[in-house]
């Protein structure tokens, strides 16, 4: 049974989630402070967490920056505020959705069995050992999920490994940034293009030389992004 941590400091919002996740078959615990969310999220075996912005004793933010500092845990960010700039500083920190108050609990349960599944296909897929794929000082290994760039190894998030090596075992071809969400992240794009946009940056920033003048993911105007090869 998958193990879900909600941060919530919003009681009635926490019990709804709660509600509607253990209904589907998940095991739910809250935590209703950001010192405490945070305590938890480093120690306790989470499949996933929903993350609230707004936390006393320590933001969303923060806690997204701790937790990708050491795994991989999809993180589900959710926020009554709709500015992008939250929602580009959350995907950007390494959150792989985030939701806008008021939502439908069933959404919330549909995103979260989607994170869960695409993870757990990435993770217990039964890949062969030394599945490589190599472009021009690129090696990126599918199986141990490692990426070097001319030699030096680079960390990445889950969703960053996964467009990355997506775009890479297709290369010169152009995909619009509706077709990586959906790939990615088993949705439909409505109105998250900016998740595809944050993590091309971010990916960029740990692979070009210089991302003014990308050598590998080329932007392509009017239509989306490219691998060179």
């Known amino acids: 049974m998958s193990k879900i941590l909600i941060i919530e400091d919003e009681e009635a919002i926490a019990d709804l989630e709660k509600d509607y996740l253990e209904l589907s078959g998940f095991e739910v615990e809250i935590a209703n402070r950001g010192d405490l969310g945070l305590q938890m999220s480093l120690e ?10 707004m936390l006393p004793e320590v933001d969303g933010f923060e806690i997204c920056r701790r937790v990708r500092g050491s795994q991989n845990t999809p993180i589900i960010m959710v926020s009554a505020k709709k500015d992008d700039i939250d929602k580009i500083r959350g995907l950007g920190l390494g959150a792989d959705d985030y939701m806008t108050k008021p939502f439908s609990p069933s959404e919330l349960v549909a995103r979260v069995k989607a994170h869960l599944e695409r993870y757990n296909r990435l993770t217990h897929s039964g890949v062969p050992q030394n599945d490589i794929v ?29 467009l990355l090596t997506f775009l ?13 969400f959906r790939e990615i992240w088993d949705m439909e794009s409505v109105g998250d293009i900016a998740t595809v946009t944050v993590h091309i940056k971010k990916i960029r920033e740990k692979i070009e030389f210089n991302t ?4 590998y993911i080329e932007t392509i105007w009017g239509v989306g992004y490219r691998f060179k090869v």
């Open 212 to 215: 003014a003048k990308p050598q």
């Open 134 to 162: 190599e472009i021009r000082g690129i090696k990126i290994d599918k199986t141990a999920r490692r990426v070097w760039v001319n030699g030096e190894e680079t960390t990445f998030t889950t969703k960053e490994f996964d």
């Open 44 to 53: 306790g075996d989470f499949n996933l967490i929903i993350l609230d912005l």
């Open 168 to 180: 890479a075992q297709n290369p010169n071809r152009v995909f619009t940034k509706e077709e990586l």
